[in-house]
């Protein structure tokens, strides 16, 4: 099976940073790397599908790059509203998610 | 507008069934996959299982296989999980979520709010 691992697992930043996460899996998932969005007490959001293609109605501060196996989800300019928790998820076989990286207020 | 509204979660005792459904409405359900993903209570994501729009084909997280059973019924655009012999360690919130095309192993959205499964004595 493949499995996915995220870093950091947790991060504070402020309003207006540049924040990057990062995704790898153990195999090459060519470009099946998809991520979401999760607020406390909320069910996930799909930001961005095929590892760089940004879900409709997304903010286009939200980006996606990589492809193999290492992928990065970048926020441009952080907003109060993007403090939550960052999930990838590989579709490339039986779907996996990462363990998640929480970005909190600094 | 698409919504997927869970129900069927409650509190069971570890050996004993419960059946979740998802209705579906808002858009063609025969028209893609489903999936149950779950949560548990602090912790990340985890894919459960997942059915084409026909049914062709099913996967299942090992952790579940053999013990839960997914299904869904087009005429009733509704989805479902029966989970058998469950454990304390089933014990999450259960969410559907529909998957953006016909086959399971895309990605997934939108969810629905879940439903909430604690396996206890």
């Known amino acids: 099976d493949i499995q996915m691992t995220q870093s950091p697992s947790s991060l504070s930043a402020s309003v207006g940073d540049r924040v990057t996460i990062t995704c790898r899996a153990s195999?090459?998932?060519?470009?099946?790397l998809n991520w979401y969005q999760q607020k406390p007490g909320k069910a996930p959001k799909l930001l961005i599908y095929?590892?760089?293609s940004l879900q409709s109605g997304v903010p286009s501060r939200f980006s996606g790059s990589g492809s193999g196996t290492d992928f990065t989800l970048t926020i441009s300019s952080l907003q109060p509203e993007d403090f939550a928790t960052y999930y990838c998820?590989?579709?490339?076989?039986?779907?996996?998610f990462g363990p998640g990286t929480k970005v909190d207020i600094k | 507008e698409v919504q997927l509204v869970e129900s069927g979660g409650g509190l069971v005792q570890p050996g004993r069934s419960l059946r979740l459904s998802c209705a579906a409405s808002?858009?063609?359900?025969?028209?893609?996959?489903m999936h149950w993903v779950r949560q548990a209570p602090g912790k990340g994501l985890e894919w459960v299982s997942g059915i084409s729009w026909n049914s062709g084909s099913i996967g299942y997280a090992d952790s579940v296989k053999g013990r839960f059973t997914i299904s869904r019924d087009n005429a009733k655009n509704s989805l479902y999980l029966q989970m058998n012999s469950l454990r304390a360690e089933d014990t999450a919130l259960y969410y559907c979520?529909?998957?953006?095309?016909?086959?399971?192993?895309?990605?997934?959205?939108?969810w629905g709010q879940g439903t909430l499964v604690t396996v206890s004595s």
């Open positions: 979520a529909k998957a953006v095309s016909l086959e399971y192993s895309t990605p997934f959205d939108p």
């Open positions: 195999q090459s998932i060519s470009s099946y």
């Open positions: 998820q590989q579709s490339y076989s039986t779907p996996v």
């Open positions: 095929a590892a760089s």
């Open positions: 808002g858009f063609t359900f025969d028209d893609y996959a």
